[in-house]
């Protein structure tokens, strides 16, 4: 699995075990809220060996259970700016998701439960596109039924990644 993909795989496992379990096995990392929320957005980090991993994320607008938008940085491995869409569902074998930021269209390839930009490239023009945009629409192919879209908010998007940029040292 590549390095940039690692990074937000650990960022969606700090999601997906509550603070509390966290804190009593003491094996994952507990995150720390960076601010305030920004409007759909939190802004988060945690500790890693040889570094921290700082992230973002929102939940689409239908609140659909199990389904987040993250951009994540990781000091240990220094990737930034990898995004990531967890569906909530598992994706069609090799199915590819759209991405449509206000008319800015990508393509993601998708592993189990999870969309990614394939290269570090893309998830520059990504954020790029999210920095400047007002929603994202993510379609996908569920392996079992018809195609699902998630829409995002992107009010607050800004503000959320310049706290994990200045929490793990990156300049825009």
Same mark, same amino acid.
């Given at each position: 699995m590549p390095? /940039?993909?690692v990074a937000a795989v650990l960022a969606a496992l700090a999601l997906a075990v509550p603070a509390k379990a966290q804190e009593t096995k003491g094996k994952q990392p507990v995150p720390e809220r960076l601010g305030e929320p920004s409007g759909a957005w939190n802004a988060y980090t945690y500790k890693v060996a040889n570094g921290k991993v700082c992230y973002l994320v929102a939940e689409p607008q239908s609140k659909r259970k199990g389904a987040n938008a993250l951009v994540?940085?990781?000091t240990a491995d220094k990737t930034t700016n990898v995004? *990531?869409?967890? +569906?909530g569902y598992v994706f069609a074998e090799k199915a590819e998701v759209d991405l449509d930021i206000d008319g800015q269209k990508f393509k993601l390839f998708t592993e189990?439960?999870?969309a990614w +930009?394939?290269? *570090?490239?893309?998830d520059r023009k990504i954020v790029e596109a999210m920095i /400047?945009?007002?929603? +994202?629409?993510v379609k996908g192919q569920p392996a079992k039924g018809a195609a699902m879209t998630d829409t995002y908010s992107l009010i607050g998007f800004t503000q +959320?990644?310049?706290?994990?940029d200045k929490a793990c040292g990156i300049k825009r």
């Open positions: 390095k /940039r993909t994540t940085h990781n995004v *990531s869409f967890i +569906a189990k439960d999870t +930009a394939r290269d *570090s490239e893309t /400047r945009g007002k929603q +994202a629409v +959320a990644l310049n706290e994990i």
